[in-house]
């Protein structure tokens, strides 16, 4: 498939909006779960221990990679950020242990710290152009070599699991903690969770591929969907979500949430052999979120966008998509 060509730059408000509008993220109706093949070792950064192994990543089904493109309607709400921040910090895996982690880029709240919990979100000034979302959202830096490759921008897509009836879907709890992928992987991840790709080509790959600069290196993380109705966090920051299948969660998760999908775009094009995550290989890659978003405004959006059909935030305006 030819890759979608998208700016290595940020672009004016306007031209986002048509930018965004083309990379609407709509999963694949008739989705296939796939088992993430996930290494059980850590590579590099030391701070796999509260990460699942490989066991537990295998043990929850994983959604059908996502596809990008004006192909359909999926509802859904969008929220646009700017690079935040960097820092070896990590509040999920490593709370209140400040240069614990290796090294994070930060996006959302610009006050994210080793000490952040929902509470301490709240209200904080954003990166993000929604400024009720003040939620955190993370994700390990890339190093071409010994350069760090700087990210131009996240894009945060809120949405229903494939199948999931938007009347059953929740709001996330204030302080909710997840994680999408596996940073002590040895073996390729199920593209569902985690996959590479050019511009907004929905030709996802297990390692990065060559890449054009009309169309720069991008990363995507699926979250999931389904979560336990009680718990914030959980000891490996896992057990407390799992994926829907088809529509449903499982009887230990049976609560359907809000599933975030996070669309990065990095300043990078050519030949990524010499590229490497903060984790270790580009097999590692994973992002993080913990949930600061204004109670009310999330609420509303998931009321109005989900409930309704409707997509909301850059590209509400789009009548092609």
Sequence with gaps: MTDNPEPRRRPSPVKTAVVAAA??????????????????????????????????????????????????????????????????????????????????????????DAFSNGESLLGTATSCQNKADTAAYWVPALFNGDTRVAPDELVAYYRTGVGVEASDVRPWPLGLK???????????????????????????????????????????????????????????????????????????????????????????????????LASGSMLTGHGDVMNGWSREELAHLTSLCLDRGEICGVSSNRTDV
């Design 23 to 112: 990379v609407i993220v709509v999963i694949a109706a008739a989705a296939a779960v796939v088992t993430a093949r996930s290494g059980s070792s850590p590579t590099g950064g030391g701070d796999h221990s509260g990460h699942a192994t490989a066991t537990q990543a295998s043990a929850q089904p994983n959604p059908a990679p996502v596809r990008l493109g004006p192909q359909g309607r999926h509802p859904q709400f969008i929220v646009e950020c700017e690079p935040s921040h960097t820092a070896p910090n990590d509040p999920i895996v490593h709370p209140n242990s400040p240069g614990a982690s290796h090294l994070h880029e930060f996006f959302g709240s610009i006050a994210t």
């Design 178 to 276: 997840m994680l999408a992928g596996n940073p002590g992987a040895e073996e390729p991840q199920s593209t569902g969770v985690v996959g590479w790709t050019c511009g907004a080509s929905d030709n996802l790959t297990v390692l990065p591929r060559d890449c054009s600069p009309r169309a720069p290196l991008a990363l995507r993380l699926t979250f999931p969907d389904c979560w336990d109705g009680e718990s914030l966090d959980s000891v490996d920051h896992r057990a407390h979500t799992a994926y829907s299948n088809a529509g449903e969660c499982p009887s230990t998760h049976p609560v359907h949430i809000v599933q975030l999908i996070l669309a990065l775009r990095y300043d990078f094009d050519g030949d990524p052999v010499g590229l490497r």
